[in-house]
């Protein structure tokens, strides 16, 4: 195998180790998030990163409608009324509907749902300083040369 070959099957062997590491990294999210949760006797949390999100976005541009979740998100529309459905039904969300069009549905944050967004709003104020440290050991031209592999893998994975 020449060089380009290895050092290619080398970034796929780190892809795929980076996808463990970070599928595992989400679970453990999930897992403090539920412990915050029960320690500030919030009764239910959603039970995946994606509602958790949804719940960030909606508290983030309250109030919002499914097509601009959606669009913010990069997530489809059905998924959005499915994971709505379920942020209601925990209490998290409720609906609204603005003056000027009867027909719109948009979602602002309850009390619970409140507290729940805070409290993951902090953890990702942390996490996000964490990385910018990280970041901190490249060269500008190493940082876009990274943002260009990253932007280039979402629209393979996209595209898949």
Not at 90 to 108: A, G
Request: aromatic fraction near 6%.
């Amino acid at each position: 195998m020449d060089y380009p070959d290895r050092i290619k099957t080398l970034i796929h062997e780190q892809l795929l180790h980076f996808s463990h590491l970070h599928e595992q990294r989400m679970e453990l999210e999930l897992k403090e998030i539920k412990k915050m949760a029960q320690l500030q006797q919030l009764k239910d949390v959603p039970g995946n990163l994606s509602t958790i999100h949804v719940l960030d976005c909606i508290g983030d541009h309250e109030p919002i409608n499914h097509s601009a979740i959606a669009e913010k998100l990069k997530l489809s529309k059905a998924s959005i009324t499915k994971i709505s459905k379920k942020l209601l039904e925990l209490d998290l969300i409720h609906r609204t509907q603005l003056n000027d069009n009867r027909k719109e549905v948009y979602f602002r944050l309850t009390p619970q749902g409140k507290q729940l967004f805070e409290m993951h709003r902090s953890m990702h104020e942390a996490e996000e300083q964490r990385f910018m440290r990280f970041l901190d050991q490249y060269s500008d031209d190493e940082l876009h040369t990274i943002l260009k592999f990253f932007q280039g893998m979402a629209r393979y994975i996209d595209e898949r």
